[in-house]
């Protein structure tokens, strides 16, 4: 069995206690008269036991205590010795700072019984004042050690709690900005995608059908075609990335897109895919002057804005018709259109735009589906449907 090694600061305070008793024994300062054991090397033995204890106040707190206790007691048929005391008060107080936390809660009351009992016990034998300043001193060498160990014990503990919170508050807070960040990252993904596909896929579209096609009046529509949309992609990321930017305090914020843009939208929509055979309607059965949260309006708005982009993309000729309905404690949309082989040019797709629509309705707690259906006719339609509740407030969904 490997004893651990003292602290420094033990074995020089063990040391520097046994020469200061040394010096007190070589000039004959002791602490009584007359005792059982009156040699003169006798109180060197409780000495050097108790400075021993001394050495070990911190690595073994119980057996440095046990020890100094013994000592104490053994002192007491000596002469005595000053700093044999001393260091028995250094080695109860070390034992409750040090020791494991059952022993610094019984070691005060201990102690505190002791003195109660050495109080009482020299009261009944000797019947005078005397007794009681004999308490005193046991409290003042036992029971007041003991008691501001346990304080000093409790500071600390507390102390230690508290740096162990503002370590959890930060490592929390950390957690929460490495959150936020990643949250904003996907949000402006999702606003990148929703504002550059429409533009771009329109471009690719209309460039692909003027290589495609020698023919001057049809290149010259394509290429009318691919400014407008090149203007307003541009248009578009200008206004998000001055949302990126710091602004001065003269500086407004960017209005976000609404409901009310979406005849712009379709119309937009619809000069882009004509050439491909598509027509757009926009059927809103929503009662006028009922207003909507700003999420829920941005959210709709751009996907319609992508399920148009795929339809541009991907449909089949025919007519892609937009619906907007309120339902109990939602807004659905809903965005249908030709679906099978598409004659002449398309664009590709990643399947990013289906993700961002999903995220957009789960971020407001609503319900997203995309995929085949059939219409009243019997003819094969893409469908897009997502029911965005309304009671979440701008706060909660910023």
């Not at 491909?276 to 309006?297: A, I, K, M, N, Q």
Request: with cysteine; charged share 20%.
């Amino acid at each position: 069995m490997t004893l651990p090694r003292p602290h420094r600061f033990d074995l020089l305070m063990g040391s520097l206690g046994l020469a200061c008793g040394l010096l007190l024994w070589s000039f004959g300062l002791y602490t009584t008269g007359d005792r059982l054991l009156d040699q003169r090397w006798a109180p060197l033995v409780p000495l050097a036991a108790t400075a021993g204890a001394e050495v070990v106040r911190r690595t073994l707190p119980r057996t440095a205590l046990g020890v100094a206790t013994a000592a104490i007691v053994a002192d007491q048929f000596t002469h005595g010795n000053l700093v044999t005391i001393l260091m028995f008060t250094d080695v109860v107080y070390a034992a409750v700072v040090y020791g494991n936390p059952a022993s610094a809660r019984r070691i005060p009351y201990s102690t505190g019984l002791v003195t109660v009992a050495v109080t009482a016990g020299f009261l009944l034998w000797w019947q005078n004042a005397i007794a009681l300043v004999v308490g005193v001193l046991t409290g003042m060498v036992s029971f007041m050690p003991a008691l501001t160990g346990a304080a000093v014990r409790n500071h600390r503990e507390a102390a230690e709690a508290a740096r162990l919170r503002a370590e959890q508050t930060a490592l929390l807070a950390e957690m929460d900005r490495t959150q936020a960040v990643v949250a904003e990252r996907a949000r402006m993904a999702r606003e990148l995608h929703d504002v550059v596909a429409n533009h771009l896929s329109a471009i690719a579209i209309h460039s692909t059908a003027a290589l495609s096609l020698d023919e001057p009046d049809t290149t010259r529509r394509a290429l009318t075609v691919i400014r407008e949309n090149s203007v307003a992609g541009l248009s578009e990321m200008r206004r998000l990335i001055g949302l990126l930017r710091e602004g001065g305090e003269d500086a407004e914020p960017a209005a976000a897109p609404t409901l009310a843009g979406l005849d712009a939208l379709l119309a937009q929509a619809g000069a882009n895919g004509g050439p491909s055979g598509l027509s757009f309607v926009l059927d809103d059965t929503r009662e006028e002057g009922r207003g909507l949260p700003v999420p829920v309006e941005l959210a709709a708005y751009r996907i319609v804005q992508e399920s148009l982009t795929n339809a541009l993309k991907h449909a089949a000729p025919g007519e892609v018709r937009v619906l907007l309905a309120r339902e109990p404690g939602a807004l659905a949309v809903e965005v249908t259109s030709p679906y099978g082989e598409r004659p002449g040019p398309t664009a590709p797709g990643s399947g990013a735009g289906l993700v961002g629509m999903r995220e957009r309705t789960a971020l407001l707690g609503g319900a997203f589906e995309a995929g085949p259906a059939t219409d009243g006719g019997g003819r094969s339609r893409w469908r897009v449907r997502a029911a965005l509740p309304v009671d979440v407030s701008d706060e909660e969904r910023a």
